[in-house]
T-cell receptor
Framework: QQKVQQSPESLIVPEGAMTSLNCTFS??????FAWYRQHSGKAPKALMS????GEKEEGRFTIHLNKASLHFSLHIRDSQPSDSALYLC????????????FGAGTQLIVIP | GPKVLQIPSHQIIDMGQMVTLNCDPV?????FYWYKQILGQQMEFLVN????????KSKLFKDQFSVERPDGSYFTLKIQPTALEDSAVYFC???????????FGPGTRLTVL
């Protein structure tokens, strides 16, 4: 049974800071790794995903994956108040029908 | 971007009653999912559905649960009869045939009294 854990549980940062969110997983056969963002009462929305070891950057967001360490992370450069939300990491095996395993989330608050 | 709609947003029912949760997936998507989130816990997979069939289900998908999508209409989750432990937020998701990204709805909060 896949175990997905996120740290920290919550984070408060000032506007303009670099934010780092972490996710560990237990199934070494995992092949798809994603970050979702959820504003209160809204649908979780995919932010970024990665399939192979390394980094991927999109604007202010960077995802980093280290399969050997069973760890991936999300880094937000120049954090903005609009980034305040619940961030969920999700992991899946290769099958297109495979279930997503979610972490419990990191609640991020960016203070103006 | 593509949106998944869920109806209703909230539902309160008495234990033992039947409830149907409705999902309007992204129009060209063919794979459909239900996830369950109990308050304070992480979202957990219930079931996925393709071409009119359940492809995979978790141990949370009890015998009292059923899913269907008759004639391309809503993708539904039916619980009959409901139990107190069914109280949760239920999220629907859909994905393209060859895409890994799942698009989620905003959830239906189900309270069983």
């Amino acid at each position: 049974q896949q175990k997905v854990q996120q740290s920290p549980e919550s984070l408060i940062v000032p506007e303009g800071a670099m934010t780092s969110l972490n996710c560990t997983f237990s199934d070494s056969a995992s092949q798809y790794f994603a970050w979702y963002r959820q504003h209160s009462g809204k649908a979780p929305k995919a932010l970024m995903s990665i399939f192979s070891n390394g980094e991927k950057e999109e604007g202010r967001f960077t995802i980093h994956l280290n399969k050997a360490s069973l760890h991936f992370s999300l880094h937000i450069r120049d954090s903005q108040p609009s980034d305040s939300a619940l961030y969920l990491c999700a992991v899946r095996r290769g099958s297109a029908l495979g279930r997503l395993h979610f972490g419990a989330g990191t609640q991020l608050i960016v203070i103006p | 971007g593509p949106k998944v709609l869920q109806i209703p947003s909230h539902q309160i029912i008495d234990m033992g009653q039947m409830v149907t949760l409705n999902c309007d997936p992204v129009s060209n998507h063919l794979y459909f999912y239900w996830y369950k989130q109990i308050l304070g816990q992480q979202m957990e997979f219930l079931v996925n559905f393709y071409n009119g069939k359940v492809m995979e289900k978790s141990k949370l998908f009890k015998d009292q649960f059923s899913v269907e999508r008759p004639d391309g209409s809503y993708f539904t989750l039916k619980i009959q009869p409901t139990a107190l432990e069914d109280s949760a937020v239920y999220f629907c998701a859909s994905s393209l045939l060859d895409s890994y990204e799942q698009y989620f709805g905003p959830g239906t909060r189900l309270t069983v009294l």
